[in-house]
Protein backbone atom coordinates (compact mmCIF):
# COMPACT_ATOMS: atom_id res chain seq x y z
CA UNK A 1 0.00 0.00 0.00
CA UNK A 2 1.26 3.31 -1.00
CA UNK A 3 0.35 6.22 2.01
CA UNK A 4 -1.50 9.62 0.44
CA UNK A 5 -2.12 11.16 3.47
CA UNK A 6 -5.09 13.16 3.82
CA UNK A 7 -7.45 14.27 1.67
CA UNK A 8 -10.08 16.89 2.92
CA UNK A 9 -10.69 15.04 5.73
CA UNK A 10 -10.38 11.51 4.13
CA UNK A 11 -7.57 9.26 5.00
CA UNK A 12 -6.30 7.70 1.91
CA UNK A 13 -3.98 4.72 1.81
CA UNK A 14 -3.41 3.89 -1.49
CA UNK A 15 -3.53 5.36 -5.33
CA UNK A 16 -6.47 3.19 -6.36
CA UNK A 17 -8.53 4.25 -3.17
CA UNK A 18 -7.83 8.20 -4.63
CA UNK A 19 -8.94 7.41 -8.14
CA UNK A 20 -12.03 6.11 -6.30
CA UNK A 21 -13.40 8.94 -4.91
CA UNK A 22 -11.91 11.40 -8.04
CA UNK A 23 -14.41 8.58 -10.14
CA UNK A 24 -17.29 9.35 -7.72
CA UNK A 25 -17.45 12.81 -7.44
CA UNK A 26 -17.38 12.60 -11.65
CA UNK A 27 -20.27 10.26 -11.64
CA UNK A 28 -21.90 12.54 -9.25
CA UNK A 29 -21.36 15.59 -11.34
CA UNK A 30 -22.22 14.22 -14.60
CA UNK A 31 -25.48 12.85 -12.91
CA UNK A 32 -26.74 16.33 -11.87
CA UNK A 33 -25.69 17.51 -15.42
CA UNK A 34 -27.50 15.27 -17.06
CA UNK A 35 -30.69 15.51 -14.41
CA UNK A 36 -30.33 19.39 -13.96
CA UNK A 37 -29.21 20.89 -17.51
CA UNK A 38 -32.04 19.65 -19.63
CA UNK A 39 -34.56 20.22 -17.10
CA UNK A 40 -33.74 24.01 -17.20
CA UNK A 41 -33.25 23.41 -20.99
CA UNK A 42 -36.91 22.76 -21.53
CA UNK A 43 -38.04 25.61 -19.37
CA UNK A 44 -36.12 27.68 -21.90
CA UNK A 45 -33.81 29.02 -18.61
CA UNK A 46 -30.88 28.17 -20.31
CA UNK A 47 -27.94 25.28 -19.64
CA UNK A 48 -25.73 27.96 -17.39
CA UNK A 49 -28.19 28.49 -14.83
CA UNK A 50 -28.86 24.75 -14.73
CA UNK A 51 -24.82 23.75 -14.35
CA UNK A 52 -24.97 26.01 -11.82
CA UNK A 53 -28.26 24.82 -9.61
CA UNK A 54 -26.91 21.14 -10.03
CA UNK A 55 -23.68 22.47 -8.77
CA UNK A 56 -25.95 24.17 -5.64
CA UNK A 57 -27.56 20.55 -5.17
CA UNK A 58 -24.47 18.51 -5.01
CA UNK A 59 -22.56 20.81 -2.48
CA UNK A 60 -22.37 21.46 0.70
CA UNK A 61 -25.44 23.87 0.51
CA UNK A 62 -27.68 21.10 -0.85
CA UNK A 63 -27.19 17.84 -0.40
CA UNK A 64 -23.35 17.59 0.43
CA UNK A 65 -22.41 14.75 -2.01
CA UNK A 66 -19.26 16.74 -2.83
CA UNK A 67 -16.90 18.37 -0.40
CA UNK A 68 -13.56 19.21 -2.27
CA UNK A 69 -14.55 21.69 -4.13
CA UNK A 70 -11.04 23.27 -4.42
CA UNK A 71 -9.80 20.55 -6.95
CA UNK A 72 -12.77 20.29 -9.07
CA UNK A 73 -12.22 24.32 -9.40
CA UNK A 74 -8.72 24.10 -10.38
CA UNK A 75 -10.07 21.38 -12.95
CA UNK A 76 -12.69 23.07 -14.27
CA UNK A 77 -10.62 26.81 -14.71
CA UNK A 78 -9.27 24.62 -18.05
CA UNK A 79 -13.29 25.47 -18.90
CA UNK A 80 -12.45 29.25 -18.88
CA UNK A 81 -9.43 28.77 -20.64
CA UNK A 82 -11.35 27.32 -23.30
CA UNK A 83 -13.94 29.60 -23.05
CA UNK A 84 -11.99 32.28 -23.45
CA UNK A 85 -9.89 30.87 -26.33
CA UNK A 86 -13.35 30.09 -28.65
CA UNK A 87 -13.90 34.19 -27.75
CA UNK A 88 -10.90 35.25 -29.23
CA UNK A 89 -11.72 33.29 -32.13
CA UNK A 90 -14.75 34.93 -32.73
CA UNK A 91 -13.60 38.66 -32.51
CA UNK A 92 -12.13 39.10 -35.64
CA UNK A 93 -10.81 42.15 -36.63
CA UNK A 94 -13.07 42.27 -39.82
CA UNK A 95 -16.47 41.14 -38.23
CA UNK A 96 -15.32 44.39 -35.72
CA UNK A 97 -15.05 46.63 -38.41
CA UNK A 98 -18.71 46.15 -39.83
CA UNK A 99 -19.84 46.69 -36.58
CA UNK A 100 -17.49 49.58 -35.01
CA UNK A 101 -20.36 51.98 -35.13
CA UNK A 102 -22.35 50.09 -32.67
CA UNK A 103 -19.59 47.92 -31.02
CA UNK A 104 -16.94 50.94 -30.67
CA UNK A 105 -19.79 53.60 -29.67
CA UNK A 106 -22.55 52.57 -28.11
CA UNK A 107 -20.74 49.25 -26.51
CA UNK A 108 -17.86 51.59 -24.97
CA UNK A 109 -20.43 54.42 -23.42
CA UNK A 110 -22.37 51.12 -21.83
CA UNK A 111 -19.30 50.04 -20.44
CA UNK A 112 -17.65 52.69 -19.29
CA UNK A 113 -20.84 54.82 -17.88
CA UNK A 114 -22.25 51.66 -16.23
CA UNK A 115 -19.10 50.35 -15.06
CA UNK A 116 -18.27 53.93 -13.07
CA UNK A 117 -21.64 53.39 -11.48
CA UNK A 118 -21.76 50.11 -10.32
CA UNK A 119 -17.76 51.42 -8.87
CA UNK A 120 -19.13 54.52 -7.32
CA UNK A 121 -22.09 52.38 -5.61
CA UNK A 122 -19.63 49.50 -4.55
CA UNK A 123 -17.28 52.01 -3.05
CA UNK A 124 -20.13 53.91 -1.48
CA UNK A 125 -21.55 50.34 0.33
CA UNK A 126 -18.19 49.37 1.90
CA UNK A 127 -16.00 47.94 -0.52
CA UNK A 128 -12.40 48.91 -0.58
CA UNK A 129 -11.18 51.12 -3.91
CA UNK A 130 -9.23 48.02 -5.33
CA UNK A 131 -11.96 45.80 -4.89
CA UNK A 132 -15.10 48.61 -6.26
CA UNK A 133 -12.50 49.32 -9.41
CA UNK A 134 -12.87 45.48 -10.28
CA UNK A 135 -16.76 44.93 -8.76
CA UNK A 136 -17.73 47.58 -10.92
CA UNK A 137 -16.82 47.13 -15.01
CA UNK A 138 -17.71 43.05 -14.10
CA UNK A 139 -20.95 43.80 -12.62
CA UNK A 140 -21.38 46.18 -15.92
CA UNK A 141 -21.13 42.88 -18.30
CA UNK A 142 -23.86 40.85 -19.52
CA UNK A 143 -24.31 36.98 -20.53
CA UNK A 144 -22.46 36.43 -24.31
CA UNK A 145 -23.69 32.72 -24.06
CA UNK A 146 -27.10 32.98 -22.54
CA UNK A 147 -28.51 36.14 -24.51
CA UNK A 148 -26.91 34.81 -27.27
CA UNK A 149 -29.02 31.60 -26.81
CA UNK A 150 -31.65 33.53 -26.48
CA UNK A 151 -31.88 35.55 -29.49
CA UNK A 152 -31.06 32.53 -31.76
CA UNK A 153 -33.96 30.61 -30.17
CA UNK A 154 -36.13 33.71 -31.29
CA UNK A 155 -34.82 34.08 -34.90
CA UNK A 156 -33.94 37.50 -33.42
CA UNK A 157 -30.24 37.81 -34.40
CA UNK A 158 -30.43 39.38 -37.84
CA UNK A 159 -33.09 41.98 -36.73
CA UNK A 160 -31.67 45.75 -35.47
CA UNK A 161 -32.99 44.13 -31.81
CA UNK A 162 -30.07 41.67 -31.94
CA UNK A 163 -27.94 43.55 -34.09
CA UNK A 164 -27.67 45.93 -31.48
CA UNK A 165 -27.86 43.28 -28.26
CA UNK A 166 -24.53 41.56 -30.39
CA UNK A 167 -22.76 44.67 -30.86
CA UNK A 168 -23.01 45.30 -27.13
CA UNK A 169 -22.25 42.14 -26.54
CA UNK A 170 -19.07 41.89 -28.58
CA UNK A 171 -17.63 44.72 -26.77
CA UNK A 172 -18.16 43.41 -23.75
CA UNK A 173 -15.76 40.35 -24.79
CA UNK A 174 -13.17 42.33 -25.74
CA UNK A 175 -13.65 44.56 -22.20
CA UNK A 176 -12.90 41.48 -20.49
CA UNK A 177 -8.84 41.16 -21.80
CA UNK A 178 -8.35 44.15 -19.39
CA UNK A 179 -9.75 42.88 -16.69
CA UNK A 180 -8.32 39.84 -17.11
CA UNK A 181 -4.96 41.92 -16.78
CA UNK A 182 -5.76 44.15 -14.24
CA UNK A 183 -6.83 41.18 -11.80
CA UNK A 184 -3.47 40.54 -11.10
CA UNK A 185 -2.15 43.36 -10.82
CA UNK A 186 -5.05 45.18 -8.22
CA UNK A 187 -3.84 42.25 -5.54
CA UNK A 188 -0.42 43.78 -5.44
CA UNK A 189 -0.08 45.00 -2.25
CA UNK A 190 3.43 47.32 -2.82
CA UNK A 191 2.31 49.18 -6.14
CA UNK A 192 -0.11 52.12 -6.42
CA UNK A 193 -3.36 51.57 -7.57
CA UNK A 194 -2.36 54.14 -10.53
CA UNK A 195 0.93 52.63 -11.19
CA UNK A 196 -1.25 48.89 -11.38
CA UNK A 197 -3.63 50.37 -13.89
CA UNK A 198 -1.16 51.81 -15.82
CA UNK A 199 1.39 48.93 -16.34
CA UNK A 200 -1.55 46.74 -16.56
CA UNK A 201 -2.90 48.54 -20.07
CA UNK A 202 0.82 48.76 -20.82
CA UNK A 203 0.82 44.98 -20.78
CA UNK A 204 -1.91 44.62 -22.64
CA UNK A 205 -0.65 46.60 -25.35
CA UNK A 206 3.16 44.78 -25.54
CA UNK A 207 0.83 41.16 -25.23
CA UNK A 208 -1.21 42.24 -28.21
CA UNK A 209 1.86 43.25 -30.31
CA UNK A 210 3.07 39.90 -29.74
CA UNK A 211 0.14 38.42 -30.71
CA UNK A 212 0.89 40.11 -34.59
CA UNK A 213 4.18 39.13 -34.61
CA UNK A 214 3.51 35.72 -33.36
CA UNK A 215 0.67 34.91 -35.72
CA UNK A 216 2.34 36.37 -38.83
CA UNK A 217 5.74 34.56 -38.23
CA UNK A 218 5.28 31.73 -35.89
CA UNK A 219 1.79 29.98 -35.55
CA UNK A 220 0.57 29.52 -39.48
CA UNK A 221 3.92 27.37 -40.46
CA UNK A 222 3.79 25.36 -37.07
CA UNK A 223 0.36 24.34 -37.77
CA UNK A 224 0.93 23.75 -41.61
CA UNK A 225 4.03 21.29 -40.55
CA UNK A 226 1.77 19.69 -38.10
CA UNK A 227 -1.20 19.55 -41.44
CA UNK A 228 1.08 18.07 -43.25
CA UNK A 229 1.53 14.98 -40.96
CA UNK A 230 -1.98 13.53 -41.85
CA UNK A 231 -2.54 12.14 -38.18
CA UNK A 232 -5.90 13.57 -36.95
CA UNK A 233 -4.23 12.73 -33.20
CA UNK A 234 -1.30 14.86 -33.24
CA UNK A 235 -4.05 17.94 -34.74
CA UNK A 236 -5.74 17.53 -31.94
CA UNK A 237 -2.80 17.43 -29.69
CA UNK A 238 -1.74 20.59 -31.44
CA UNK A 239 -4.80 22.34 -30.63
CA UNK A 240 -4.71 21.78 -27.08
CA UNK A 241 -1.04 22.40 -26.68
CA UNK A 242 -1.35 25.99 -28.71
CA UNK A 243 -4.76 26.73 -26.40
CA UNK A 244 -3.04 25.24 -22.94
CA UNK A 245 0.29 26.71 -23.84
CA UNK A 246 -0.32 29.98 -24.51
CA UNK A 247 -2.18 30.21 -20.96
CA UNK A 248 0.42 28.92 -19.42
CA UNK A 249 3.17 31.39 -20.57
CA UNK A 250 1.12 34.21 -19.66
CA UNK A 251 0.23 32.93 -15.89
CA UNK A 252 4.06 33.21 -15.99
CA UNK A 253 4.50 36.49 -16.82
CA UNK A 254 1.56 37.39 -14.43
CA UNK A 255 -1.08 37.79 -15.95
CA UNK A 256 -4.27 35.33 -15.90
CA UNK A 257 -4.40 32.05 -17.67
CA UNK A 258 -8.02 32.83 -19.55
CA UNK A 259 -5.67 36.05 -21.08
CA UNK A 260 -3.74 33.67 -22.70
CA UNK A 261 -6.20 31.57 -23.88
CA UNK A 262 -7.83 34.25 -25.64
CA UNK A 263 -4.51 35.40 -27.39
CA UNK A 264 -4.10 32.10 -28.46
CA UNK A 265 -7.54 32.42 -29.90
CA UNK A 266 -6.75 35.99 -31.43
CA UNK A 267 -3.67 34.07 -33.26
CA UNK A 268 -5.77 31.87 -35.36
CA UNK A 269 -8.75 33.76 -35.82
CA UNK A 270 -8.09 34.49 -39.14
CA UNK A 271 -6.10 31.53 -40.02
CA UNK A 272 -7.33 28.50 -42.67
CA UNK A 273 -6.89 26.01 -39.92
CA UNK A 274 -9.08 27.85 -37.32
CA UNK A 275 -12.56 25.50 -37.75
CA UNK A 276 -10.40 22.55 -37.50
CA UNK A 277 -9.04 23.42 -34.50
CA UNK A 278 -12.52 24.85 -32.85
CA UNK A 279 -13.81 21.29 -34.02
CA UNK A 280 -11.38 19.75 -32.30
CA UNK A 281 -11.80 22.04 -28.92
CA UNK A 282 -15.04 22.41 -28.70
CA UNK A 283 -16.31 18.89 -27.16
CA UNK A 284 -13.92 19.69 -24.31
CA UNK A 285 -14.57 23.12 -24.02
CA UNK A 286 -18.43 22.13 -23.05
CA UNK A 287 -17.71 19.54 -20.89
CA UNK A 288 -15.09 21.78 -18.93
CA UNK A 289 -17.08 25.20 -18.98
CA UNK A 290 -19.79 22.98 -17.34
CA UNK A 291 -17.71 22.08 -14.77
CA UNK A 292 -16.76 25.54 -14.17
CA UNK A 293 -20.22 26.75 -13.07
CA UNK A 294 -21.34 23.47 -11.25
CA UNK A 295 -18.05 24.42 -9.40
CA UNK A 296 -19.14 28.11 -8.85
CA UNK A 297 -22.25 26.36 -7.82
CA UNK A 298 -21.28 24.02 -5.48
CA UNK A 299 -18.84 27.23 -4.07
CA UNK A 300 -22.19 29.27 -3.34
CA UNK A 301 -23.31 29.52 0.20
CA UNK A 302 -27.18 29.92 0.36
CA UNK A 303 -27.23 30.46 3.82
CA UNK A 304 -26.48 34.78 2.82
CA UNK A 305 -29.60 34.05 0.66
CA UNK A 306 -31.92 32.51 3.48
CA UNK A 307 -30.29 35.17 6.26
CA UNK A 308 -31.00 38.14 4.45
CA UNK A 309 -33.59 37.30 1.40
CA UNK A 310 -34.80 41.25 1.63
CA UNK A 311 -31.40 42.49 0.68
CA UNK A 312 -30.21 39.82 -1.92
CA UNK A 313 -33.73 40.64 -3.87
CA UNK A 314 -33.13 44.34 -3.25
CA UNK A 315 -29.29 44.03 -5.04
CA UNK A 316 -30.88 42.30 -7.84
CA UNK A 317 -33.49 44.66 -8.31
CA UNK A 318 -30.81 47.63 -8.28
CA UNK A 319 -28.95 45.64 -10.82
CA UNK A 320 -31.38 45.40 -13.27
CA UNK A 321 -32.89 49.27 -12.80
CA UNK A 322 -29.32 50.71 -12.87
CA UNK A 323 -28.43 48.71 -16.52
CA UNK A 324 -31.46 49.43 -17.90
CA UNK A 325 -31.58 52.94 -16.94
CA UNK A 326 -28.12 53.33 -18.35
CA UNK A 327 -28.74 51.55 -21.44
CA UNK A 328 -31.91 52.48 -22.67
CA UNK A 329 -31.23 56.41 -23.58
CA UNK A 330 -27.85 55.31 -24.83
CA UNK A 331 -29.40 52.62 -27.18
CA UNK A 332 -32.32 54.84 -28.30
CA UNK A 333 -29.83 58.01 -28.94
CA UNK A 334 -27.94 55.60 -31.34
CA UNK A 335 -30.99 55.32 -34.45
CA UNK A 336 -33.60 52.62 -32.38
CA UNK A 337 -36.90 53.81 -31.37
CA UNK A 338 -38.08 54.00 -28.08
CA UNK A 339 -39.73 50.28 -27.00
CA UNK A 340 -36.98 48.59 -29.17
CA UNK A 341 -34.42 50.41 -26.75
CA UNK A 342 -36.08 49.41 -23.64
CA UNK A 343 -36.65 45.45 -25.36
CA UNK A 344 -32.39 45.56 -25.62
CA UNK A 345 -31.99 47.10 -21.98
CA UNK A 346 -33.87 44.36 -20.48
CA UNK A 347 -32.16 41.48 -22.52
CA UNK A 348 -28.32 42.81 -21.73
CA UNK A 349 -30.08 43.92 -17.82
CA UNK A 350 -28.16 40.56 -16.08
CA UNK A 351 -25.13 39.61 -15.27
CA UNK A 352 -23.03 36.55 -16.77
CA UNK A 353 -20.56 34.17 -17.11
CA UNK A 354 -17.74 36.09 -17.17
CA UNK A 355 -18.80 37.93 -14.12
CA UNK A 356 -18.47 34.71 -12.41
CA UNK A 357 -15.17 33.94 -14.09
CA UNK A 358 -13.58 37.50 -13.11
CA UNK A 359 -14.95 37.75 -9.22
CA UNK A 360 -13.79 33.71 -9.05
CA UNK A 361 -10.10 35.16 -10.01
CA UNK A 362 -10.15 37.78 -7.98
CA UNK A 363 -11.50 35.84 -4.92
CA UNK A 364 -7.92 33.26 -5.71
CA UNK A 365 -6.13 36.49 -5.65
CA UNK A 366 -7.75 37.83 -2.15
CA UNK A 367 -8.80 40.80 -3.92
CA UNK A 368 -11.93 39.80 -3.04
CA UNK A 369 -13.00 38.40 0.67
CA UNK A 370 -15.27 35.68 1.40
CA UNK A 371 -17.89 38.32 2.75
CA UNK A 372 -18.18 40.41 -0.56
CA UNK A 373 -17.27 37.09 -3.15
CA UNK A 374 -20.82 35.55 -1.83
CA UNK A 375 -22.99 37.90 -2.45
CA UNK A 376 -21.59 39.39 -5.73
CA UNK A 377 -21.86 35.42 -6.65
CA UNK A 378 -25.58 35.12 -5.39
CA UNK A 379 -26.22 38.31 -7.50
CA UNK A 380 -24.82 37.19 -10.45
CA UNK A 381 -26.90 33.66 -10.18
CA UNK A 382 -30.53 35.40 -9.82
CA UNK A 383 -30.07 37.93 -12.52
CA UNK A 384 -29.18 34.77 -14.76
CA UNK A 385 -32.42 32.75 -13.13
CA UNK A 386 -34.76 36.43 -14.19
CA UNK A 387 -33.01 36.41 -17.70
CA UNK A 388 -35.40 34.59 -19.51
CA UNK A 389 -38.61 37.09 -18.06
CA UNK A 390 -36.75 39.82 -18.97
CA UNK A 391 -36.12 38.50 -22.42
CA UNK A 392 -40.35 37.75 -22.60
CA UNK A 393 -40.84 41.28 -21.60
CA UNK A 394 -38.39 42.24 -24.62
CA UNK A 395 -40.63 40.07 -26.74
CA UNK A 396 -43.70 41.84 -25.75
CA UNK A 397 -42.46 45.36 -26.39
CA UNK A 398 -41.17 44.43 -29.86
CA UNK A 399 -44.14 42.76 -31.24
CA UNK A 400 -46.40 46.32 -29.70
CA UNK A 401 -44.04 48.66 -31.66
CA UNK A 402 -45.10 49.08 -35.31
CA UNK A 403 -41.88 48.39 -36.87
CA UNK A 404 -41.01 48.37 -40.81
CA UNK A 405 -38.08 46.94 -42.51
CA UNK A 406 -36.65 50.81 -43.12
CA UNK A 407 -36.64 51.29 -39.36
CA UNK A 408 -33.45 49.23 -39.25
CA UNK A 409 -30.25 52.00 -40.49
CA UNK A 410 -26.71 50.67 -41.96
CA UNK A 411 -25.48 49.99 -38.70
CA UNK A 412 -28.29 47.87 -37.50
CA UNK A 413 -28.13 45.80 -41.18
CA UNK A 414 -24.22 45.29 -40.78
CA UNK A 415 -23.95 41.61 -40.51
CA UNK A 416 -21.36 38.60 -40.04
CA UNK A 417 -21.10 37.30 -43.58
CA UNK A 418 -22.85 33.96 -44.18
CA UNK A 419 -21.97 32.04 -46.87
CA UNK A 420 -25.14 30.25 -48.51
CA UNK A 421 -22.68 27.55 -49.84
CA UNK A 422 -20.24 25.32 -48.60
CA UNK A 423 -18.57 23.30 -51.00
CA UNK A 424 -16.99 20.13 -49.20
CA UNK A 425 -14.11 18.93 -50.80
CA UNK A 426 -11.77 21.66 -53.09
CA UNK A 427 -9.97 19.13 -55.66
CA UNK A 428 -10.85 19.07 -59.49
CA UNK A 429 -14.46 18.75 -59.19
CA UNK A 430 -14.81 21.21 -56.13
CA UNK A 431 -12.25 23.53 -57.63
CA UNK A 432 -14.29 23.83 -60.55
CA UNK A 433 -17.56 24.73 -59.00
CA UNK A 434 -15.93 27.51 -56.85
CA UNK A 435 -14.22 29.40 -60.28
CA UNK A 436 -17.83 29.06 -61.66
CA UNK A 437 -19.16 30.63 -58.82
CA UNK A 438 -16.69 33.18 -58.10
CA UNK A 439 -17.18 33.97 -62.05
CA UNK A 440 -20.43 34.96 -61.14
CA UNK A 441 -20.02 36.49 -57.64
CA UNK A 442 -21.77 33.96 -55.59
CA UNK A 443 -20.12 33.27 -52.19
CA UNK A 444 -19.23 29.92 -50.87
CA UNK A 445 -16.40 28.37 -48.28
CA UNK A 446 -14.58 25.24 -48.94
CA UNK A 447 -13.18 22.77 -47.47
CA UNK A 448 -10.58 20.24 -47.68
CA UNK A 449 -7.72 17.92 -45.60
CA UNK A 450 -5.36 18.21 -48.31
CA UNK A 451 -2.81 21.10 -46.76
CA UNK A 452 -0.60 22.15 -49.55
CA UNK A 453 -3.67 22.65 -51.61
CA UNK A 454 -5.27 24.41 -49.21
CA UNK A 455 -2.77 27.11 -48.80
CA UNK A 456 -2.06 27.03 -52.79
CA UNK A 457 -6.13 28.42 -52.87
CA UNK A 458 -5.81 30.76 -50.48
CA UNK A 459 -3.25 32.29 -52.31
CA UNK A 460 -5.70 32.19 -55.41
CA UNK A 461 -7.98 33.99 -53.20
CA UNK A 462 -10.06 31.13 -52.61
CA UNK A 463 -12.03 30.89 -49.39
CA UNK A 464 -10.76 27.79 -48.63
CA UNK A 465 -9.88 26.16 -44.79
CA UNK A 466 -8.50 23.24 -43.54
CA UNK A 467 -10.79 21.19 -41.86
CA UNK A 468 -12.59 17.31 -41.57
CA UNK A 469 -15.95 18.13 -42.84
CA UNK A 470 -16.90 14.70 -41.42
CA UNK A 471 -16.83 16.00 -38.00
CA UNK A 472 -19.88 17.22 -36.48
CA UNK A 473 -18.21 20.53 -33.90
CA UNK A 474 -16.07 21.52 -37.70
CA UNK A 475 -19.11 21.43 -39.27
CA UNK A 476 -21.34 24.17 -36.47
CA UNK A 477 -18.03 26.14 -36.48
CA UNK A 478 -18.31 26.63 -40.20
CA UNK A 479 -21.84 27.85 -39.50
CA UNK A 480 -23.59 25.20 -41.66
CA UNK A 481 -26.75 26.09 -39.91
CA UNK A 482 -26.71 29.32 -41.74
CA UNK A 483 -26.04 27.72 -45.34
CA UNK A 484 -28.71 26.62 -47.46
CA UNK A 485 -26.63 24.49 -50.02
CA UNK A 486 -23.96 22.08 -49.17
CA UNK A 487 -21.96 19.94 -52.37
CA UNK A 488 -20.24 17.10 -51.51
CA UNK A 489 -17.37 16.35 -53.93
CA UNK A 490 -14.83 14.50 -51.66
CA UNK A 491 -13.19 11.30 -54.12
CA UNK A 492 -13.51 9.08 -50.66
CA UNK A 493 -16.72 7.35 -50.75
CA UNK A 494 -16.71 6.35 -47.19
CA UNK A 495 -16.03 9.97 -46.41
CA UNK A 496 -18.96 11.53 -48.64
CA UNK A 497 -21.87 8.73 -46.89
CA UNK A 498 -20.49 9.67 -42.94
CA UNK A 499 -20.92 13.42 -43.77
CA UNK A 500 -24.34 12.79 -45.68
CA UNK A 501 -25.68 10.84 -42.68
CA UNK A 502 -24.50 13.60 -40.29
CA UNK A 503 -25.98 16.76 -42.50
CA UNK A 504 -29.29 14.88 -42.70
CA UNK A 505 -29.64 14.27 -39.17
CA UNK A 506 -27.98 18.00 -38.39
CA UNK A 507 -30.02 19.85 -41.35
CA UNK A 508 -33.11 17.66 -42.55
CA UNK A 509 -33.90 20.27 -44.60
CA UNK A 510 -30.77 21.39 -46.45
CA UNK A 511 -30.30 21.01 -49.67
CA UNK A 512 -27.39 18.21 -50.27
CA UNK A 513 -25.53 17.98 -53.81
CA UNK A 514 -23.50 15.13 -53.72
CA UNK A 515 -20.91 13.39 -56.58
CA UNK A 516 -20.98 10.28 -57.12
CA UNK A 517 -19.10 7.63 -59.34
CA UNK A 518 -21.35 5.68 -60.84
CA UNK A 519 -25.29 4.62 -61.29
CA UNK A 520 -25.20 2.26 -57.97
CA UNK A 521 -23.21 4.56 -56.10
CA UNK A 522 -25.80 7.37 -56.81
CA UNK A 523 -28.35 5.23 -55.97
CA UNK A 524 -27.18 4.51 -52.48
CA UNK A 525 -26.56 8.46 -51.92
CA UNK A 526 -30.26 8.94 -52.41
CA UNK A 527 -31.06 6.62 -49.84
CA UNK A 528 -28.73 8.03 -47.46
CA UNK A 529 -30.39 11.67 -48.01
CA UNK A 530 -28.97 13.37 -50.83
CA UNK A 531 -31.11 16.02 -52.61
CA UNK A 532 -29.33 15.25 -55.70
CA UNK A 533 -26.69 12.91 -56.60
CA UNK A 534 -24.50 13.23 -60.07
CA UNK A 535 -22.48 10.47 -61.72
CA UNK A 536 -19.20 11.74 -63.10
CA UNK A 537 -19.42 8.73 -65.01
CA UNK A 538 -22.21 9.29 -67.17
CA UNK A 539 -21.69 13.30 -67.32
CA UNK A 540 -18.16 12.81 -68.65
CA UNK A 541 -19.42 9.56 -71.11
CA UNK A 542 -22.01 12.04 -72.29
CA UNK A 543 -19.86 14.66 -73.00
CA UNK A 544 -17.64 12.73 -74.83
CA UNK A 545 -20.60 11.56 -76.93
CA UNK A 546 -21.80 15.07 -77.72
CA UNK A 547 -18.76 15.41 -79.32
CA UNK A 548 -18.38 12.39 -81.33
CA UNK A 549 -21.74 13.51 -82.80
CA UNK A 550 -20.91 16.91 -83.55
CA UNK A 551 -17.35 15.07 -85.61
CA UNK A 552 -19.97 12.51 -87.53
CA UNK A 553 -21.72 15.65 -88.49
CA UNK A 554 -25.55 15.17 -86.30
CA UNK A 555 -27.12 18.23 -86.05
CA UNK A 556 -27.04 20.26 -83.11
CA UNK A 557 -31.29 19.07 -82.08
CA UNK A 558 -30.90 15.52 -82.32
CA UNK A 559 -27.74 15.80 -80.50
CA UNK A 560 -29.76 17.11 -77.46
CA UNK A 561 -32.65 15.20 -77.91
CA UNK A 562 -30.94 12.06 -77.62
CA UNK A 563 -28.37 12.99 -74.71
CA UNK A 564 -31.17 14.62 -73.05
CA UNK A 565 -33.32 11.45 -73.44
CA UNK A 566 -30.41 8.98 -71.79
CA UNK A 567 -29.46 11.87 -69.08
CA UNK A 568 -33.33 11.85 -67.98
CA UNK A 569 -33.61 8.28 -68.36
CA UNK A 570 -30.06 7.67 -66.54
CA UNK A 571 -31.33 10.24 -63.76
CA UNK A 572 -35.06 8.54 -63.17
CA UNK A 573 -33.01 5.00 -62.00
CA UNK A 574 -31.15 6.93 -59.52
CA UNK A 575 -34.08 8.75 -57.98
CA UNK A 576 -36.58 5.87 -58.07
CA UNK A 577 -33.19 3.44 -56.87
CA UNK A 578 -33.71 0.70 -59.86
Known amino acids: MIWKGNYYGVTI ?3 GEMVSIYLKDIIILLMAAVIIVPIFQS ?10 VAGIIVGS ?17 IGVVLLLFFIGIELKPSRLWLMRRL ?13 ALF ?3 AYLVGAELRAAILIGPTLALSSTAFVLQLLTEGKSLHSSYGRTSFAILLLQDLAVVPLLALIPLLAMPELSLGKNIGLALAKTLVILTLVILGGRYLLHPILHRVALSGSPEVFTASAVLLVLGMALVTEHIGLSMALGSFIAGLLISDSSYRHQIMGEIQPFRGLLLGLFFMSMGMSLNLDYFFAHPT ?15 MLWPLVYLFGLKAKTALAVALVLAQSGEFAMVLFALAYEVELLNEALFQPLLLLVLLSMLVTPLLSKFSQVLLKSENKSKSQCNIECRETITQTPIIIAGFGRVGNRIGDILSIIGQPFVAFDLDVVRVEKERANG ?18 VSEAKILIITLNDVQATEELLITLRKMRPEMAIFVRGHDLKQCQHLKTLGATVAISENVEASLELTRITLSEMGVNEKDQ ?19
Open 61 to 77: SGLGLINNVTQISALSE
Open 119 to 121: TGL
Open 103 to 115: VFGLGSLQFLITG
Open 560 to 578: RFVLDSFRNSYYAKINKGE
Open 43 to 52: LKLGAVPGFL
Open 311 to 325: ISFALLGSLILCKVV
Open 13 to 15: KDE
Open 462 to 479: HPVFYGDVRQLEVLKAAS
